[in-house]
């Protein structure tokens, strides 16, 4: 390759340690000291969880700043990205684990009313057709919380309407749509997800992805009993559905009521950076991870971005701060070669902490065996 070759960067965050965008600079930073004549473009990516919005905000996109509840309610500022009519609304920026007052877990009590009023936002200001990543959910409550919040009235057996919080649908006895926000009709909801988990079942919400937001044994009864209650009211057809599952089954709140459609996370963002138009005269794809392994396999940003540019017949290589994968696992996943922080600095908290000066050696590396 000459070295005024074109070369994109699309990377996803290092989790607990680069978002993104810094990660596509450092790479950046290292590819030009070895090869300064490249051509170099840096398009950070993510699959719909954190790092979404602001990896359309790293490509452009309006970043639009509002106060919105956290998963319990306490008031937080959270961002969501538009260009025109399209709005990207990343769940896990305002309701998500990371929303937690402390770090204190409420797996019966957290829910999605903040994300509702963050998508009442983006409709009230134009927004006809809504990306809604989901992904890092702090609560178990079906969508509820996001559907009161766009006016749905969620009431129990004596007509009284029940407060937000996954456990409280045990009482659920009626779903009152009239109050539901008008413009909402009018919207196209694209839910960017990775998981094909149904809403209930050992495979569901409750079962596999309470847990891991505090919940114990007796919790998760709980919320599945609630989530159970919750799909005989709103729509039992919708929660057989892949996906139904996801972020504590936001997703079936959004498939029964507000029409959405599941799309993998990576394909709708590639989709909308236009990155297949960047593909055509690249030369080099460099994608990346904080951990590579076989879960990326499964709709990971990497992979993702990995079958993109192998449609295009461009090359791409693979950064990550480790890998778990076999040679032959990375060569059939597609990528023409793997870098790992790992093998530059083996102490994990010193890779995390100097991650971007190791991405800037890579890059260079990179830079030396590809662009020579």
Not at 131 to 137: D, E, K, R, T, Y
Not at 229 to 245: D, I, K, S
Not at 252 to 259: E, H, K, N, S, Y
Request: glycine share 14%; net charge negative.
């Amino acid at each position: 390759m000459a070295s005024a070759a074109r070369v994109i960067l699309a990377p996803d965050k290092f989790k607990g340690s680069l978002a993104a965008p810094e990660v596509a600079a450092a790479l950046a930073a290292g590819l030009r000291r070895s090869a300064p004549d490249a051509q170099i473009r840096q398009v950070p990516v993510a699959d719909g969880g954190d790092g979404t919005v602001e990896a359309f905000v790293a490509a452009g996109w309006t970043r639009v700043e509002l106060t919105a509840p956290g998963p319990t309610g306490a008031p937080r500022r959270t961002i969501y990205a538009r260009h025109g009519t399209t709005a990207v609304v990343e769940l896990a920026a305002v309701v998500g684990l990371a929303g937690l007052p402390a770090g204190r877990p409420d797996p019966l009590g957290a829910s999605t009313f903040g994300l509702g009023v963050v998508l009442a936002h983006a409709i009230e200001r134009g927004a006809t057709d809504i990306v809604l990543g989901l992904g890092g959910s702090a609560s178990t409550d079906g969508g509820a919380g996001m559907l009161q919040a766009l006016g749905v009235r969620v009431l129990d057996a004596r007509g009284r309407e029940l407060p937000p919080g996954g456990a409280r649908l045990t009482r659920a006895a009626r779903l009152d749509r009239s109050g539901l926000h008008p413009d909402v009709a009018g919207t196209t909801f694209t839910l960017a997800c990775d998981v094909d988990n149904p809403l209930l079942g050992p495979t569901g919400a409750a079962a596999v992805y309470a847990p891991q937001k505090g919940a114990g044994p007796a919790d998760v009864g709980v919320l599945e009993s609630a989530l159970a209650t919750w799909a005989r009211l709103v729509g039992p057809e919708f929660a057989r559905l892949p996906g139904a599952g996801a972020a504590g089954g936001t997703g079936f709140g959004a498939l029964a009521v507000l029409g959405a459609r599941v799309r993998s996370g990576i394909e709708v963002v590639l989709e909308l950076l236009d990155f297949p138009a960047l593909l055509a005269t690249a030369a080099l794809v460099v994608t990346g991870e904080g951990s590579l392994d076989r879960q990326s396999l499964h709709g990971k940003a990497p992979v993702g971005v990995c079958a993109a540019a192998r449609k295009a017949d461009v090359p791409v290589v693979v950064v990550a701060g480790r890998t778990l994968l076999a040679v032959d696992e990375i060569e059939a996943a597609g990528f023409a070669d793997c870098y790992a922080l790992a093998d530059l600095e083996p102490d994990p908290e010193r890779s995390m902490a100097e991650a971007g000066a190791l991405l800037e050696r890579i890059g260079a590396r990179i830079a030396a065996e590809w662009l020579g």
